[in-house]
């Protein structure tokens, strides 16, 4: 497998807490990955460190083929931008925003053009089916909704790698199962590999491979998947 | 009985012939104190289950003894019944209902005689996280009437890895409870 993303020996403590304690890992190019554990696991700092947010103790952590764990803070988060994107569990829309200004808005802060930044927003507003309820506001929208939106935001940059973290967290199953459709089938259409933060087997059963974290170590799979 | 239990208790009793060598009567006892809270084993069952089990090599009558009725046969188990009770235990399941039985009954064989229960588990989780992979894949393809289908097994397959996670925390008071 050559790998687009991987952390090798991540270590990373919170005062004398220790939150990874040695973790590995390779996410391929165009792969969906699933990273599982119960809270307080690590699972979700291993995430931040290998999306550049966090830097890690001690390790490295390599994004086609540079280490990106050494950069310095604005060029970390010029690569956040421009090569990753990001969906949480809530979706961290910007709640002053219509759904459709909040897609574009990483367009616009990439310094994109506004009429440009609306139109690409627009094609990703017919692509998850969310035509009708465009110029709302995130408060008015369902939480499946805005964690389409939330996807589509993520995606548009057209990142390399989409991290979320609990993406179907606070959403009844069935918008759960919604979500992570559309994030599984739209991010490999763009050719994205995604970091799946969860807990729940059902969201994890729909990356192509699973890693479970347990108290800041990786527990590998110890037969084949 | 159907035949999910009764190849369980065929490898609980093996998992108790392998703490040690005993007879039909303590074997019942045994089974009852640790497997049978809810489901006790008649005595038919077990000498039932015992004949078979001597049948098939994977028991021995290491001795007979006068009693104050019949005489009494203890058991041992073989060498074949050893490595019968590791392939059963090493071997993940694949997910079916009435597995809860199969899989609490493999959690204290393995702590009983002093396997890695963890592993076990671990092993298990993975053929369920497997299974459920599998079958997302397909629901994907399925109608909605099928897919509703596939969304049964797969809420009752993550129900088994709550409790497969849940089990995974709570072996270290388990081993010394079942030990009693």
Known sequence: MTSLLSGHGLHK????????????????????????????????????????????????????????????????????????????????????????????????????????????????????????????????????????????????????????????????????????????????????????????????????????????????????? | MGIVRRMTVSYALLGLLNEADRHGYDLKQSYDRRFGATRPLRFGQVYRTLAQLERDGLIAVAGVEPGAGPERKRYSITTDGVTDLERWLSEPEDPQPQLQTVLFTKVVVALLSGRSADVFLEEQRQRHLAVMRDLTRQRREASLRDGMLIDYQLFHIEADLRWIEHAAGRLDTLAEEIKL
């Open chain 1, 13 to 225: 403590s919170f005062g004398p807490i220790p939150a990874l304690r040695g973790v590995d890992l390779e996410v391929a190019a165009g792969e969906v990955l699933a990273v599982m554990g119960p809270s307080g696991s690590g699972k979700s700092t291993l995430l931040h460190c290998l999306a550049g947010i966090l830097a890690p103790d001690a390790g490295e952590v390599t994004f086609d083929g540079r280490r990106i764990d050494k950069l310095l803070d604005g060029r970390r988060s010029r690569l956040r931008r421009t090569q990753f994107g990001f969906v949480f569990q809530f979706g961290q829309l910007v709640p002053e925003l219509t759904l459709r200004e909040n897609i574009a808005l990483p367009l616009l802060l990439g310094g994109r053009g506004r009429r440009g930044s609306v139109a690409a927003a627009g094609e990703w507003i017919e692509r998850l089916q969310l035509t009708d309820s465009a110029d709302r506001l995130p408060g008015e929208v369902s939480g499946g909704q805005a964690q389409r939106v939330a996807l589509a935001r993520a995606l548009i940059a057209g990142p390399r790698v989409v991290f979320a973290d609990e993406p179907t967290g606070a959403l009844d199953s069935v918008a759960a199962d919604e979500v992570m459709e559309l994030l599984v089938t739209t991010a490999r259409a763009e050719g994205a590999s995604v970091v799946v933060v969860t807990h729940e087997p059902r969201v994890a059963a729909f990356a192509d491979r699973q890693l479970t974290v347990r108290d800041g170590r990786a527990v590998l799979p110890a037969v084949a998947p």
